[in-house]
């Protein structure tokens, strides 16, 4: 490969993305090499889920983009508006010029470019990167049979609640389940469940579907308010507090939630059984309630 190629393989996509003001080949896009989402990973990421090109809970991923960049003290540089024709432009080139059905929005917006120095500059201009792929959802043979995933301890920093760029402890702990054939890794902290490498897990047990508590040690999925209003639907008690190992292994089902999943079966976990070892009635509901909300986006 000669220098004039480095950073461009041949593999890369021609799909239309967004990058600084200008919809351009993603596999012409560029940024510095000083962009300090490069150089530190000082960045924010949101993931957005498009059925049939519309928006899956766009207020919701644009609420939680807004308390990342806060976190990181970034001001938000786009409207609301612009945000969702960037994300529209995207998931309709993607459905109208090539069929696909589903679309996933990804959205990048780092502290932008400056001389490599760990403080935080002033006065830099985020970079706003925006790009579109197909949405790969889960398969028939999982939702009829369940996956399975293996435990491992949360090594993650302590602002999990920030879904930021620098994703090398998420790398690893996905590792963890890709060299074990497994589909997720679901973190502990000490003895209380925290989340798993992409996925938020959701505990059932004598039907009370309970999940983790809000704060610093869990991102907060967009799944999290929906999965409460779909239990409100269905007559479901919503609890979110602290769960231990061995509630999360004594469950009667053991639940996935993100943008790709939806609401995914575990009925394996460590090689034991979930529960019967089959998805459960609580999980028909839950994601039976979830198509319901998508089918509400083409009303």
């Known amino acids: 490969m000669t220098a004039a190629n480095w950073g461009h393989p041949p593999d890369l996509p021609d799909t239309l993305c967004y990058l600084n003001g200008t919809f351009t080949e993603l596999r ?9 989402g490069f150089i530190f990973g000082d960045g924010v990421y949101e993931v957005l889920p498009c059925y049939g090109g519309v928006a899956f809970r766009f207020e919701q991923h644009m609420a939680r983009l807004d308390r990342s960049m806060a976190e990181l003290r970034i001001a938000n540089p786009l409207p609301r508006s612009e945000w969702q024709a960037i994300a529209q432009r995207l998931a309709h080139a993607l459905r109208d010029d090539r069929g696909v059905a589903n679309q996933l929005i990804y959205i990048q917006v780092t502290r932008g470019v400056a001389l490599r120095d760990h403080a935080m500059p002033a006065n830099t ?3 706003v990167f925006v790009m579109v792929s197909e949405m790969k959802l889960a398969t028939p043979a999982q939702r009829e ?29 996905r590792q963890i389940s890709v060299d074990a054939g497994a589909t997720e890794t679901v973190m502990f902290r000490g003895d209380h469940l925290s989340e798993a490498a992409s996925s938020n897990v959701w505990v059932i047990q004598n039907g009370v579907v ?11 999925g967009i799944r999290f308010g929906l999965i409460e209003e779909l239990c409100r639907v269905q007559g479901l008690r919503f609890e979110l507090r602290p769960l231990t190992r061995t509630e999360v292994f004594a469950a009667d089902e053991l639940l996935l939630s993100s943008a790709t999943k939806e609401v995914l079966p575990v009925t394996r976990l460590d090689g034991h059984p979930v529960g019967n070892g089959r998805p459960g009635p609580i999980y028909q509901r839950l994601y039976a309630g979830y198509q319901q909300a998508v089918a509400a986006l083409s009303a």
């Open 28 to 36: 012409n896009a560029q940024v510095s090499v000083l962009d300090r």
């Open 125 to 127: 201009v985020p970079t």
């Open 145 to 173: 049979h369940g996956v399975a995933c293996v435990t491992a301890d949360d090594f993650r920093w302590e602002k999990a609640h920030i879904k930021s760029t620098s994703l090398l402890g998420a790398v690893f702990a």
């Open 210 to 220: 309970m999940g983790p508590p809000k704060d610093n040690l869990v991102l907060e």
